[in-house]
């Protein structure tokens, strides 16, 4: 029977319809009910709060405003008129472009502002790296009035965060991190700081977007309607429970002022961070040793593989993955018993692991599956060291048109020029066809085509093997490695 079947069996007097008692008829009307009930009120929905006076009055007293002071050269006084020595106008001019006396080369102070919080009583606060960053004095001031001089434990420039410690003779009032991971979008959030030097303000709104990034390898910001204005980096973006799920760091604003674009970086990148900065006073990433980027489709279907997912990498230097036997052309899939989705997943997945851990990585090669056991090393260790710069781009002597590129043989001189080992094969791409499709996925003149097919090639003839195999094997495309100043990356071109 349907609900409108359902409905028509009470009569509009109200009364049962003989041969019907009037218990079924309640049992009737009550499943009518409940259904309209059902569909009126979502069963997860959740009403917009009606004060954030509490939570603010809560948070409050573990949110500082934050003072930086630093010393700055003087900027160069403007070249005055040229006046003869004794000149009665010699003092008036001094005066007029030197009012304090000071000099050109006398230093000054620079004050800046920013916002805080504490972390645990025993004085550690979080902030952004960039409003403490080459201050000589750091002054945190609390909701109660009271000021206190901060020192520097740690900075991580890559999540612009920076962990701070001040001495109290009592505990201070702190907040906790809380799991920006279960945050979704449409979900109420709080932002607290000292907007524009205003001090202990109070902004909401709710979360706008998730997995932002901007410019950093480790990115993930949600992104918030709650009002950041300058002032407000490094203060803390709050869940209606009155944890921390966010850094607030950045805005979007063509005049500098808020226009509801706002982004924190996540708690749960940020308290990994703040964990080593205060065990190690620095960061300790884990290092895999390689050169990867994403699976495009067009990339997936050149290597024969269905998904376009996982790390495709291009380079093993001398490091942890070549120590395992990874090599330049297999799509890293998982990762410690984790699936690799992209190259972010992986290096996000890597640099959380333990620096000497050793784990499983299963990758792809030459369609089929294999394990290897990685021990991972130390990003920022690698990372310091120096990596030799690249030449300019030579001319190459000789040359044959392929593909909408015009290539040349690559021989030890152009290699050395290139920045590439003397032993070095492949083709140079001397010249290219703007409207080719090569131009439209990127390749430029200079660039070296070291591989096709995942087969090294030396030789014109190696390249047009390639192709020949890719159209016998029923193919669209063909994977090139391509080496731009040293770097490797692999492209996809059409062969049809």
């Not at 900027?75 to 010699?90: Q, T, W």
């Not at 067009?298 to 380079?315: F, H, K, Q, S």
Request: no cysteine; net charge negative; aromatic share 4%.
């Amino acid at each position: 029977m349907s609900t409108r079947d359902m409905s028509q069996t009470l009569r509009q007097d109200g009364r049962a319809p003989r041969g019907r008692s009037a218990l079924h008829m309640l049992w009737v009307a009550a499943i009518g009910l409940a259904l309209v009930i059902g569909q009126a009120v979502p069963s997860a929905a959740r009403a917009a709060p009606e004060s954030f006076a509490d939570l603010a009055q809560q948070v409050s007293p573990a949110v500082v405003n934050i003072t930086t002071s630093t010393t700055v050269a003087a900027p160069a006084m403007p070249r005055g008129p040229m006046l003869p020595e004794g000149s009665p106008f010699e003092d008036f001019f001094r005066e007029f472009m030197d009012p304090e006396g000071q000099g050109p080369s006398t230093p000054r102070r620079s004050d800046a502002l920013g916002s805080g919080f504490v972390i645990s009583e025993d004085g550690f606060i979080v902030t952004n790296n960039h409003v403490i960053d080459g201050a000589d004095e750091i002054e945190i001031e609390f909701f109660s009035g009271k000021t206190l001089p901060a020192e520097v434990v740690g900075t991580d420039p890559k999540t612009d965060i920076a962990l701070l410690k001040v001495t109290s003779d009592a505990p201070l009032p702190f907040v906790s991190f809380g799991d920006s991971d279960v945050m979704r979008v449409g979900d109420w959030v709080m932002a607290m700081g000292n907007p524009l030097g205003q001090g202990f303000s109070v902004s909401a709104g709710i979360v706008s977007a998730r997995n932002r990034e901007l410019a950093g390898t480790y990115d993930d910001f949600i992104q918030t309607d709650a009002a950041i204005n300058r002032g407000n980096s490094g203060g803390p973006l709050f869940n209606m429970e009155g944890q921390v799920i966010g850094v607030n760091t950045a805005i979007l604003s063509p005049n500098g002022g808020s226009i509801g674009i706002g982004f924190s970086m996540a708690s749960n990148v940020v308290g990994k961070v703040v964990t080593q900065l205060q065990e190690f006073g620095e960061t300790r990433r884990g290092w895999l040793g390689v050169k990867i980027q994403d699976v495009t489709p067009d990339v997936a279907e050149a290597i024969g593989i269905e998904t376009a997912a996982g790390a495709l990498v291009t380079d093993v230097p001398e490091g942890p993955a070549m120590d395992a036997g990874m090599l330049a052309g297999d799509v890293i899939t998982s990762f410690d018993g984790g699936n690799v989705s992209d190259t972010r997943d992986l290096v996000r997945r890597v640099a959380d692991a333990d620096v000497g851990k050793a784990v499983r990585v299963i990758v792809l090669r030459e369609g089929r599956t294999e394990t290897l056991l990685v021990t991972l090393g130390r990003r920022e260790e690698a990372e310091a060291t120096a990596t030799p710069a690249a030449a300019d781009t030579p001319q190459a002597p000789a040359q044959e048109e392929m593909l909408g590129m015009t290539l040349s043989p690559l021989d030890s001189e152009l290699a050395s020029e290139l920045g590439l080992p003397a032993d070095a094969s492949g083709l140079v791409v001397r010249e290219i066809d703007e409207t080719a499709a090569a131009f439209e996925k990127g390749l430029r003149a200079g660039d070296v085509i070291a591989e096709a097919g995942q087969q090294k090639v030396a030789t014109l003839d190696d390249l047009q093997d390639r192709i020949d195999e890719a159209k016998e094997a029923g193919r669209k495309s063909l994977l090139l490695l391509i080496r731009r100043e040293g770097e490797p990356r692999f492209v996809a071109l059409s062969v049809e």
